[in-house]
């Protein structure tokens, strides 16, 4: 009887493997070694780094590049902290990652960009690929070139065929994400004039809010990675000209002046942001919110009620984003973060939907102009959909 039922598990967690690994297929790695001599590098001054699967058929001129996320380094000591990681050295990136969701190469899972050159970003900088600081210190060898890389890369897949593209997406995942609001204009620019080209933040509308002890803890810490990375010039001058740099690193202060169009998935409960910006830990001595940031259901009745503030303070600040139909946005009401490049929360049976509608379906009829879709779901925990995250307690991600 055990023997029996200890087979029937082992075939469905194979079945599990198959279904997963039928879903997703591993890239190789492309480092941009031209890059070096521009300076344009990664924290450790290795060159930068991205993974390329071609597109085919109809989709062979369209092109996918998303930026991956990992949070940002505000000083020396942080930055040194992830200098020798995958965070800020290509030498200790893997050499495949494991591509699904809206870079899947199967129409079944990914109808709209299936066939598209798709490209993942490494992300190495620490600043969403925002600095430019000319001297290096010898004693740090850390190099703040963000943009230059973020250049760099551009051209580097402009030569291998993007200067040929009709169509071009620039996206990314927090603060890739990031990268893509805030170099949305700047990929415009660099790509043939001829191409539609739209931008799609997945996760990386990051709203200045304060904290649960009420300390302006994201701005302060946004302020410091500006201020580290020689940002400020390569943030948007309508933004800039009109208050401090270290605020123009907020989406919400520049995205009105975008002109190229812009997508955006966000959960209203962003996870990252509920742990991050709402309760840190320096603003939790006691550790009160950390089975609450952990599981979405452990949140106290006090806590949930702050978190539903902290929505209406995010609804609040996207309210910048305006109405054009040029302007999309997916919001729903899930404990989540990132959500369009994992298969089951992009396109599968189950993934979240807002309006009927799936994230994978809401973004590719908006690129395609088929039809707008600026969409915001109902308070938590109104959307039995939601694939709300569940953290491991170990699990180490705090600013």
């Known amino acids: 009887m055990a023997d029996a039922r200890l087979r ?10 198959i279904l997963l690994k039928s879903e997703a297929f591993n890239v190789g790695i492309t480092y941009v070694q031209n890059a070096v001599a521009k300076g344009a590098v990664c924290l450790d001054g290795s060159p930068p780094a991205y993974h390329f699967d071609k597109g085919f058929g109809a989709g062979a001129n369209n092109w996918l590049i998303l930026f991956e996320g990992g949070g940002w380094c505000n000083n020396v000591t942080t930055c040194l902290d992830r200098r020798d990681t995958r965070l800020g050295s290509s030498k200790q990136m893997v050499k495949e990652v494991s591509f699904s969701g809206i870079l899947s190469n199967k129409q079944k899972f990914n109808p709209d960009f299936y066939n598209w050159n798709k490209i993942k970003v490494r992300y190495c900088d620490g600043a969403s690929f925002t600095g430019d600081v000319e001297a290096v210190n010898p ?12 250049v760099a890369i551009i051209e580097d897949l402009l030569s291998k065929g993007m200067s040929n593209a009709q169509n071009a997406v620039l996206s990314g995942c927090s603060a890739g994400g990031l990268t893509a609001i805030l170099n949305c204009d700047r990929f415009r620019s660099l790509v ?8 799609l933040s997945d996760a990386g509308y990051f709203i200045n809010a304060k904290d649960v002890s009420g300390a302006p803890h994201i701005e302060t810490f946004y302020s410091e990675v500006v201020a580290t990375h020689g940002s ?3 943030l948007p001058t309508s933004c800039t000209s009109k208050m401090r740099p270290g605020l123009c690193f907020f989406p919400q202060n520049v995205v009105q002046q975008i002109q190229t169009p812009l997508f955006l998935i966000n959960a209203a409960y962003d996870s990252w942001q509920i742990k991050n910006i709402l309760a840190p830990g320096v603003a939790d001595p006691h550790g009160t919110w950390r089975s609450c940031k952990l599981d979405i259901k452990k949140c106290s009745p006090n806590q949930l009620k702050i978190m539903q503030d902290f929505r209406l303070q995010f609804l609040n600040a996207l309210s910048a984003v305006g109405t054009s139909p040029s302007r999309g946005m997916f919001i729903d009401s899930c404990y989540a973060h990132c959500q369009s490049g994992t298969q089951e929360t992009w396109l599968r049976n189950d993934s979240p939907v ?10 590719g009829d908006w690129y395609y102009d088929r039809s707008p879709f600026q969409k915001i779901d109902c308070a938590y925990p109104c959307n039995p959909t939601c694939h709300n995250r569940i953290f491991d307690p170990n699990e180490h991600t705090e600013v």
């Not at 043939?192 to 931008?199: E, H, I, M, Y």
């Open 192 to 199: 043939p004039a001829s191409a539609k080209v739209k931008c």
């Open 232 to 234: 400020a010039k390569n």
């Open 139 to 150: 004693a740090t060898n850390l190099h703040f070139r963000g943009a230059r890389a973020f």
């Open 8 to 17: 029937t598990w082992l075939c469905v967690i194979l079945s599990i493997q």
């Open 354 to 363: 807002v309006a009927k509608t799936s994230i994978a379906k809401a973004v």
